[in-house]
């Protein structure tokens, strides 16, 4: 809409110029000064606009030039320098133009990266919108990522699509030093190909090989990965000027994923990879905070806090090696009575909290007595043995507990927890 809204507004000025010179019989259309505004406004529509648009006009004074002004060369070699003068400043301004468009584009890509990863909790989720938005701003049907360590070690890979990706594949792509994906992280090599006997991934694809363009991750001077996409499009072929925005947003994603990493420091657990107390008490804010916006009674969320029964002895008793693989094992677990609109997170030690949307305090309860089933007969394996354990848990609501702050929310867990442990342990109060 700007862009055609700015050549109207220049085919107008330029219009009124030749007519101010042909009808009003002002002469006006020999000074060359009078086309910077026209020359200024098609620059920023396109580079390529602004030098035809001043080329054009320089040839077509040339052709209006009237015989008078073309007696001697100095008025002929005058005109010569105005075309010049109006090709130049056309240059320049195109220059500043896309200059000032890359920076914007740049900036916009990565509000747009930002916005994903603050939406999404889940790494895998975060990963498939990622790649999904990279594969249609690059057009392109698949779209991959493959995270390595400072030593080039493969750690993860993930796709735009729901397929199962070839890890092993990868990881030996990555130490063959004659495949392409080694010259892509080990030496930061920046590859395309048009051509259907190539794979990224390997020297030769023994199916046909989509097209491809793939780049370092790189950030702060070291790789951390590659990111790729494909296209098995007839039509579509990739160009070395798209390889280069694409090594450029690919600068941006290893950006936003270092930013990720720092600000999972502060909000995730490190042991577990889940949200921490920080990242809880934000999220119970925000759910309260939404919660005063709303009508009374028309949004519902359940909290449940769960805490190992007996843990302290497992530590004592097998130590905190043995612990850690407890948890572990319990947060795979508990995390599968969490939902897609539900969150998880460890509140501290062994204690572990479940915020479930739009759920009353007895579906809730429904929900935990089954997990609590499933969690009894589960066999926790150690080092050297395994176990059966139990949970026991509180479950409070918004609004129905009338309750207004965080704090007051952790405290009510809490009391409810101390009455579940009193009663025997293994057991679930929701009062």
Do not use: C
Not at 221 to 230: D, L, P, Q, W, Y
């Amino acid at each position: 809409m700007k862009s055609k809204a700015a050549i109207i507004a220049g085919i107008i000025y330029t219009f009124l110029v030749f007519a101010m010179q042909y009808v009003f019989k002002i002469e006006i259309i020999y000074l060359n000064w009078i086309f910077i505004i026209p020359i200024v406004i098609f620059s920023y529509v396109n580079f390529n606009a602004g030098i035809y648009y001043s080329i054009a006009v320089a040839f077509t004074k040339l052709g209006l030039i009237p015989e008078s002004y073309l007696k001697g060369e100095k008025q002929f070699a005058g005109s010569m320098e105005g075309m010049l003068f109006l090709v130049v400043i056309a240059y320049i301004t195109g220059i500043f133009f896309e200059k000032s468009r890359e920076k914007d584009l740049k900036l916009k890509t990565y509000g747009e990266l930002i916005k994903i990863a603050s939406e999404k909790d889940d790494k895998e989720k975060f990963y498939r919108e990622l790649l999904n938005y990279t594969s249609q701003k690059f057009q392109s049907e698949n779209a991959y990522i493959i995270l390595t360590t400072k030593e080039f070690f493969f750690t993860e890979a993930f796709s735009n699509k729901s397929e199962k990706i070839n890890k092993e594949k990868i990881e030996e792509g990555i130490a063959d030093s004659a495949t392409l994906l080694y010259r892509i992280v080990n030496r930061g090599e920046k590859e395309l190909s048009n051509f259907a006997d190539i794979d990224f991934r390997y020297i030769k694809s023994g199916e046909v090989a989509p097209k491809f363009m793939a780049v370092p991750i790189e950030t702060d001077g070291e790789r951390m990965g590659v990111i790729a996409v494909e296209s098995y499009d007839s039509y579509r072929n990739f160009t070395k000027e798209e390889l280069e925005y694409f090594s450029e947003y690919a600068s941006i994603v290893g950006l936003i994923l270092q930013n990720m990493e720092y600000y999972k420091k502060g909000l995730y657990d490190e042991l577990l990879e889940i949200p921490s107390e920080r990242y809880i008490k934000k999220k119970i804010e925000s759910i309260l905070a939404e919660q005063e916006q709303q009508d009374e009674g028309t949004l519902l969320h359940t909290i449940v806090m769960l805490d190992i029964d007996n843990f302290k002895k497992i530590n004592e008793i097998y130590g905190s090696i043995n612990g850690d693989m407890i948890l572990k094992q319990s947060a795979e677990l508990i995390s599968t009575a969490a939902g897609e609109k539900d969150f998880f997170g460890r509140l501290s030690g062994n204690r572990f909290i479940l915020i479930f949307e739009n759920k009353g305090k007895y579906i809730t309860k429904d929900i935990i007595e089954e997990l609590r089933n499933r969690y009894m007969e589960q066999d926790f394996f150690m080092k050297e043995r395994k176990i059966k354990l139990t949970f026991s848990a509180s479950i409070v609501s918004i609004p129905v507990d009338k309750i207004s702050t965080y704090n007051e929310i952790k405290e009510l867990l809490e009391k409810r927890l101390y009455r579940a442990k009193l009663t025997g342990k293994n057991y679930i109060v929701e009062y």
